[in-house]
Nanobody, 113 residues
Framework: QVQLVESGGGLVQPGGSLRLSCAAP????????MGWYRQAPGKERASVAL???????SVHDSVKGRFSISRDNAKNTVYLQMNNLKPEDTAVYYC???????WGQGTQVTVSS
């Protein structure tokens, strides 16, 4: 069964940083745009950042300047670096191989003092 495996979530104070990781099977990772999404309580899942197979990245305006996405093709892993976290960033963060229907299990990020 194909899986995307996320890690790196947790509890952090406002202003802190976290780095999320998502490992994918090589056959999926090498051929697909990868993305990070998040879903806050009571809200719909929303796109946070995307990165193409050749490394072109885009980040949603709501997190621009604070979040960045990158990928390590040797490790078949995509990262989401989150800096200057705010309470409104609290959500479950999901990794997605765009267009495949494959999602990770989600990792909780809680920003609170």
């Amino acid at each position: 069964q194909v899986q995307l495996v996320e890690s790196g979530g947790g509890l952090v104070q406002p202003g802190g940083s976290l780095r999320l990781s998502c490992a994918a099977p090589g056959s999926i990772f090498s051929r697909n745009v990868m993305g990070w999404y998040r879903q806050a309580p009571g809200k719909e899942r929303a796109s946070v950042a995307l990165i193409t197979t050749d490394g072109r990245a885009s980040v949603h305006d709501s997190v621009k300047g604070r979040f960045s996405i990158s990928r390590d093709n040797a490790k078949n892993t995509v990262y989401l670096q989150m800096n200057n976290l705010k309470p409104e960033d609290t959500a479950v963060y999901y990794c997605n191989a765009i267009g495949t229907g494959l999602w990770g299990q989600g990792t909780q990020v809680t920003v609170s003092s």
